[in-house]
């Protein structure tokens, strides 16, 4: 562990030993109306946009304009094969092997087509095992999907729930629940880093535990993906999605990520919503009437992908790429465990961290619970020149991006809170 102390120099100087500190520099930090940089909070909600991107952006434009349709095909980076460069850069992001990847559509799409392909009730086995507080979006899409094939959301759907008086869900309940469901259990799906209270669950005891009664297990990685290690693969993980404009900086609502184990992905008898850019590659523009699905995560796809928003994620892809994510991890611990260093110093007792205090539960949020707070604090903290991130009635997300914010925002960050709470909660 890092040895910190409260001093200003204590940050200065892990920011002067801190081996991915020149990646600041390469992204673009909102201002505040009098001209000064925000203190950067937010990674987990919009990620910042790198300075490159508007240059991989424009490259596409040009192409397009000089080209026309010939762009598809001629090219320093033709844009019919523009995600086959991406999708392994991805997959090393998540732990996937590369086949196993594809970028497509938008989280909440790409949870529609996945229940399509691994949602497989049969008989009694019908329910899908979920977190209780799992993001609105996630519960939205399941139900609405389970009506649409006439199943009963209500008698589907089965939750777990952090314990009476707890916030955190105990990986033993989880796998608990899923043991007691047995052979009424069609899949699990869970966050696999929870959005409100920034909880790592522990992807392979959940999995190991779904496929041993005989479900699929499959993950939502909003939050993991770009934050911390996910090794699907290797945690046999059946399915994954995620959004990039998170932690992966790749602009707002921009594709999102799926993958697909494997042994499902190159089985063309997977049930799934079709398209013809999930066709064989060698047979997609042949236009015949059967579809031959591509042998990989790419058999998902459905349209032709747009090439801006993909030139953006390659631009962020690549620091992320460049930088690694082992690198981005190991950052990731000593910054967010600095930042609760230093609010655990602030002795207030308004503020409560409800994520998890191991660094092995966690990714770089830290949620904080505040006392008879209200949202002046967090307005308060913009107007000081913060941006965090509020969740009503009581919460803030705070969520020190290892790739472009430094040991020194965390600490002016922890005094300006102390100097809100002070004047805020009393
Ligand atoms: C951010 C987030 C989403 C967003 O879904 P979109 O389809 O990209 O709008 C969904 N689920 C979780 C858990 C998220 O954190």
Redesign the pocket.
């Given at each position: 562990m890092d040895k910190f102390d409260r001093s200003r120099s204590c940050a200065v100087s892990m920011d002067q030993k801190d081996p991915l500190a020149k990646y600041r520099d390469q992204f673009i930090f909102p201002k505040t109306e009098s001209g000064t940089p925000y203190i950067y909070l937010c990674g987990n909600?919009l990620g910042l946009q790198p300075k490159q991107t508007k240059d991989y952006i424009s490259e596409v434009l040009d192409q397009w304009a000089n080209k026309g349709v010939k762009g598809h095909f001629n090219g320093e980076k033709p844009w019919l094969d523009f995600n086959d460069r991406l999708n392994p850069m991805m997959a090393d992001i998540v732990g996937a092997l590369p086949e196993e990847v594809v970028i497509a559509n938008?989280?909440?799409?790409?949870?529609h087509l996945m229940m399509v392909s691994f949602y497989r009730p049969q008989g009694k086995r019908i329910k899908i095992l979920m977190e209780s507080d799992?993001?609105p979006?996630?519960r939205y899409a399941i139900a609405s999907y389970l009506s649409h094939i006439n199943v009963d959301p209500e008698e589907a759907i089965v939750t777990v729930a952090p314990r009476a008086g707890e916030v955190l869900l105990h990986t033993s309940d989880i796998v608990g629940r899923i043991e007691e469901l047995g052979d009424e259990l069609a899949l699990v799906l869970i966050?696999n880093t929870n959005?409100y209270t920034g909880q790592k669950m522990d992807l392979g005891h959940i999995t190991e535990a779904g496929h041993r009664v005989g479900a699929l297990v499959g993950f939502?990685c909003?939050?993991g993906a770009g934050n911390i290690p996910l090794d699907l693969h290797d945690n046999n993980v059946d399915f994954a999605i995620w959004?990039t404009?998170?932690y992966l900086n790749t602009s707002p609502?921009n594709l999102?990520g799926i993958y697909i184990h494997q042994k499902h992905a190159n089985d063309p008898h997977v049930p799934r919503l079709k398209g013809w850019w999930g066709e064989d590659k060698v047979r997609r523009f042949q236009m015949r009437d059967d579809f031959v699905p591509q042998l990989s995560a790419e058999g998902w796809q459905i349209s032709n992908p747009p090439v801006i928003a993909l030139a953006a994620i390659e631009s962020s892809l690549k620091i992320h790429h460049e930088a690694g994510m082992s690198a981005i991890r190991a950052k990731s611990i000593s910054l967010t465990g600095y930042l609760e260093y230093l609010i655990d110093e602030l002795q207030h007792r308004q503020v409560t961290v409800i994520t998890p205090r191991d660094p092995d539960q966690r990714g770089a949020q830290l949620s904080l619970l505040i006392e008879n707070g209200s949202k002046e604090i967090y307005d308060r903290l913009i107007s000081s020149g913060v941006i965090p991130d509020w969740r009503e009635p009581d919460v803030i997300r705070v969520s020190p991006a290892p790739l472009y914010n430094s040991y020194e925002d965390v600490y002016k960050f922890v005094q300006i809170l102390d100097v809100t709470l002070s004047s805020c909660v009393g």
């Open positions: 909600s938008t989280l909440t799409v790409n949870l799992a993001f979006s996630d966050g959005y939502d909003a939050h959004c404009y998170k609502g999102g």
